[in-house]
């Protein structure tokens, strides 16, 4: 028996929060490697057309209604996820909702739905797909979680503490599955430049940049492209067998200062951040 089970030529995979963002450019990375996939999030229209642009392009794709605060609605995407493409291969779990909220002051009921959503949902999708993958001994799991697990943020604790307990399944899960072939894997991005935020208040996404820019996050204003996200997926999924990335840290690199780095500075108060959200580049 060999010592690992080396990557079937067709690895059929699932990934959520596929209608726009990191989720979206994963799926299109996925496809262009030949894999069947999967697309799954709440807007239909959404998935069609990020399907119809994989299909233009030779690729497999389908599509599957996903609400991951609703167990039915998991149950419906696994099952329709097998009738489409067979058994799944590779999850990407990229859903995720994030919304200003306060540690002080949250709404529970909108605490809680960002649990259900960022934590309870997945664990509910990841744990039904697991059993095919252990018994053919092969399988990837990537789970999208946050530079937040690193540096929460303020007025973000819904989305903290969903990711904090994302990161936390995850490294159990890596443990649990030692030995058994299959991989778990944690991409934690830094900012990037998604339709995450789109929908804040921009005084509210003022208020927040300013405070975590105070807490020592956001310490430029460059944003990851979410297709730079989806090539360290693709690099965790095509990690040769035997080769597991645990965790990858994907974080925007800071741009040229207007000034050359040996130039001592000259008074005056320097550059400010322009950006965040509010302001992307
Ligand atoms: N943008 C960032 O700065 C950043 C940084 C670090 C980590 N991340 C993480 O990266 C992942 C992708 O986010 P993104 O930046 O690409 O944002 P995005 O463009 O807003 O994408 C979020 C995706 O999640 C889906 N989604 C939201 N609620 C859902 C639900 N209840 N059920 C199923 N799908 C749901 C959305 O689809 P529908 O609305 O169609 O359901 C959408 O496809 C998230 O897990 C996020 O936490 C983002």
Known sequence: MPRFVPHPDRRPAAVTGASSGIGRAAALALAAAGHPVVLGA??????????????????????????????????????????????????????????????????????ATTVAVNLLGVQRLVGSLLPAMVRRAHGDVVFIT??????????????????WGLHGYARTLQMELEGSGVRASIVQPGQT?????????PGVTTELLEQWVRWGVARHDHFLRPQAVAAAVMSVVQAPAGTQFSLVEVEPQAPLPARPRHQPPTGGGGEEPAGGWGGRT
Do not use: T
């Open 42 to 111: 709440r807007r239909l229209a959404r998935l069609e057309e990020a399907a119809q642009e994989i299909r233009a392009g030779g690729g497999e794709a389908h599509v599957a209604p996903l609400d991951l605060a609703d167990p039915g609605s998991v149950a419906a995407f696994v099952k329709a996820a097998g009738e489409a493409v067979g058994e799944i291969d590779v999850v990407v779990s990229a859903a995720g909702r994030n919304q200003p909220d306060s540690a002080e002051h949250s709404d529970p009921d909108d605490f």
């Open 146 to 163: 946050s530079e937040v697990v690193r540096l929460p943020r303020v007025r973000n604790s819904g989305y903290s503490a969903s990711k």
């Open 193 to 201: 430049l998604s339709e995450m935020g789109s929908d804040w208040d």
